[in-house]
């Protein structure tokens, strides 16, 4: 019998509403530009921690197993400013920078990859760099207005998100874009 498999990441789901708003009034503004951009899907914008890929089934309770081991606590996100990877001259993704926040979301990464290092996952060879992707870029159309704008929201403010938990989400690919759904949620521990 073969195996089923599921594409899946563990993340930080962004759940407030004037938050989300603020992203999505600068991922919208973003397109005025004439730039060629996929842009990320409201209800799809969040924290990914973690992406696995296609995993068995089966191994989805040993991930929520690992998950809920990490010591999580309650704490602020604050999401501020516009980038992109690699960088502005060769822009390929869009993001919303993380401040406050960032040390703690990386402790749940570095608590994170030794358990899923021994399930048999590969190391992140990208490593973990806090962020908010709202936008890919598929052309080189109007990329300098692009990264003008985006120059002039380095500085830009969305908001601070009290995180309460972190979840393990299933991505199922359609021909419109991903739809994500939540397997397992580990809430913060006050």
């Known amino acids: 019998m073969p195996k089923e498999w599921v594409r899946s990441f563990i993340a930080v789901d962004i759940d407030n509403e004037t938050i989300l708003n603020n992203i999505l009034e600068a991922r919208n503004s973003l397109t005025e530009t004439g730039a060629d951009l996929k842009l990320v899907e409201p209800e799809n914008i969040h924290i990914t921690l973690r992406f696995l890929g296609e995993i068995p089934v089966d191994m989805i309770e040993r991930v929520y197993e690992g998950m809920r081991q990490v010591d999580l606590k309650p704490f602020e996100i604050e999401f501020k400013g516009l980038g992109a990877f690699p960088d502005l001259r060769r822009l ?23 358990k899923l290092r021994s399930m048999g996952f590969q190391a992140d060879r990208k490593g973990f760099s806090p962020h908010v992707t709202i936008a890919r870029v598929r052309s080189a159309r109007n990329k300098a207005r692009l990264a003008d704008l985006i120059s002039t929201m380095r500085d830009r403010e969305f908001g601070i998100l009290k995180a309460n938990g972190v979840k393990l989400k299933k991505s199922t690919l359609t021909p419109k874009g991903p739809i994500y759904s939540t397997l397992h949620e580990v809430r913060c521990e006050p």
Not at 94 to 112: A, D
């Open 92 to 114: 390929r993704v869009i993001w919303v920078g993380i401040t406050k926040g960032r040390e703690e979301l990386e402790s749940v990464f570095n608590q994170l990859e030794p």
